[in-house]
Nanobody
Framework: QVQLVESGGGLMQAGGSLKLSCVGTGIIFSINAINWYRQAPGKQRELVATITSRWTTYYADSVKGRFTISRDNAKNTVYLQMNSLKPEDTAVYSC????????WGKGTLVTVSL
């Protein structure tokens, strides 16, 4: 059984930082690309960041220079370090792994206030 569990969301003032974690069970992160998505109310889900098994990364234009995706293979965990948070970053953030099937966590809520 594959499970992805996100944590680290919460309330933060604009300009602050949060670090999200996604811990996987039943799947090996080190040989898979991991994605962070987010979805705000009334908006489409969008891809925020990707880290591949080769450690190449992708970031949405809206978060470039502010967010950093990383991995700790020993902990089977992927992180999303979010700096200089903006109110428009408010969303439910979910991690995703595509390994034959498409696996999703339930998400963690990030709320950024002024």
């Amino acid at each position: 059984q594959v499970q992805l569990v996100e944590s680290g969301g919460g309330l933060m003032q604009a300009g602050g930082s949060l670090k999200l974690s996604c811990v996987g069970t039943g799947i090996i992160f080190s040989i898979n690309a991991i994605n962070w998505y987010r979805q705000a109310p009334g908006k489409q889900r969008e891809l925020v960041a990707t880290i591949t098994s080769r450690w190449t990364t992708y970031y949405a234009d809206s978060v470039k220079g502010r967010f950093t995706i990383s991995r700790d293979n020993a902990k089977n965990t992927v992180y999303l370090q979010m700096n200089s948070l903006k109110p428009e970053d408010t969303a439910v953030y979910s991690c995703n792994v595509r390994s034959g099937m498409d696996y999703w966590g339930k998400g963690t809520l990030v709320t950024v206030s002024l």
